[in-house]
């Protein structure tokens, strides 16, 4: 079974620009979580996704967003960058969160200039 | 609260065995993981158990549960230059959907 596939792999970007960050789950996963990961923050959570609907969300402004798919893929987009977004930004899916383990992708690797 | 607290820092020669100590301060969390972070990676899932449980053991892996003191370790025998990288304590509750990491312990294996 393939795992979690994040795309890209490597983004650059300026301060005020939008970015979609995409994730595909392990086939059979329903749930998507996403997560940011920061030297200074360690990991906080985004939110998570299960069948299309969101079912939990982190402490982040609204210019963070996401969604799912019926195939279950999910995207997340960051607007208006601003430079503290620089990050890796994890994708995981799970059977079902809160009742299985999260399997994570290589992440993003955002950068705000 | 939801807080996970690990330490920082951990260093071992090759061959001892390495103990990664989690706190966690939700007694309703019912799922607890240990992941696995290399440089340049995502997280990789270790092992992880449920709360009604005391003890899992996985080849050099032996995860140790104290609900009364909401105190997690993680034991790696025999440790390796390989098991170098970041060790992540992770809890979930039963519908929460939602799984909160500690900061990570980084591991230094001395050759």
């Not at chain 2, 330490?7 to 301060?25: A, P």
């Not at chain 2, 709360?51 to 996985?58: G, L, R, T, V």
Request: hydrophobic fraction near 30%; include cysteine.
């Amino acid at each position: 079974k393939a795992g979690v596939t994040q795309t890209p792999r490597y983004l650059i970007k300026t301060r005020g620009q939008q970015v979609t960050l995409s994730c595909s789950p392990i086939s059979g996963h329903r749930s998507v979580s996403w997560y940011q990961q920061t030297p200074g923050q360690g990991l906080q959570f985004l939110f998570e996704y299960f069948s299309e609907t969101q079912r939990n969300k982190g402490n982040f402004p609204g210019r963070f967003s996401g969604r799912q798919f019926s195939n279950s893929r999910s995207e997340m987009n960051v607007s208006t960058l601003e430079l503290g977004d620089s990050a890796l930004y994890l994708c995981a899916s799970s059977l079902e969160s809160g009742h299985s383990p999260l399997h994570f992708g290589n992440g993003t690797r955002l950068t705000v200039t | 609260g939801e807080d996970v607290e690990q330490s920082l820092f951990l260093s071992v020669r090759e061959g001892d065995s390495s103990v990664i100590n989690c706190t966690y301060t939700d007694s309703s969390s019912t799922y607890l993981y240990w992941y696995k972070q290399e440089p340049g990676a995502g997280l990789q899932l270790l092992t992880y158990i449920f709360s009604n449980m005391d003890m899992k053991q996985d080849q050099r892996l032996t995860v140790l549960l104290n609900k009364k003191d909401k105190h997690l370790s993680l034991r790696i025998a025999d440790t390796q230059t390989g098991d170098s990288a970041i060790y992540f304590c992770a809890e979930t509750k039963t519908g929460g959907f939602k799984t909160i990491f500690g900061a990570g312990t980084r591991l230094f294996v001395k050759a």
